[in-house]
């Protein structure tokens, strides 16, 4: 079971690499709250589609996976594309924003890079 989040935050064609430590830090960019979902399939772990159903019209561009058990576990999302299946209804196409998500294992990991 996860808490979805759906934030006004981050768009992903901006390529800005922006990131909280925790949920709390990002809910002044709140726009929706889906409570413990059990069809979130997080997919490839890189790109997947999220069906879910919402009175409101949605306008948000970031997404949050939050784990319903322990809210430090937590994955960050794009959102693509949203379309609006029926009334009510809407398919998210995300992709993981990958780089926030494993920051701080890129800073601590050894490389050498030639250029750049």
């Not at 589609?49 to 009175?55: D, E, G, I, P, Y």
């Not at 299946?85 to 780089?99: A, F, H």
Request: proline fraction near 3%.
């Amino acid at each position: 079971m996860e808490n979805i989040y759906l934030l006004k935050y981050n768009n992903y064609y901006n390529r800005r690499i922006k990131r909280f430590a925790n949920v709390t830090d990002y809910s002044p960019y709140f726009v929706a709250q889906i409570n413990e979902t059990a069809n979130f399939n997080p997919g490839d772990g890189v790109t997947t589609t999220f069906v879910f159903n919402l009175a409101d019209d949605i306008n948000a561009n970031y997404l949050l996976a939050v784990d319903a058990n322990d809210s430090s576990k937590f994955t960050r999302w794009f959102i693509l594309d949203a379309v609006r299946l029926k009334s009510g209804q809407y398919r998210l196409e995300l992709r993981r924003d990958l780089i926030a998500d494993v920051l701080t294992d890129l800073y601590n990991a050894p490389m050498f890079i030639e250029k750049a």
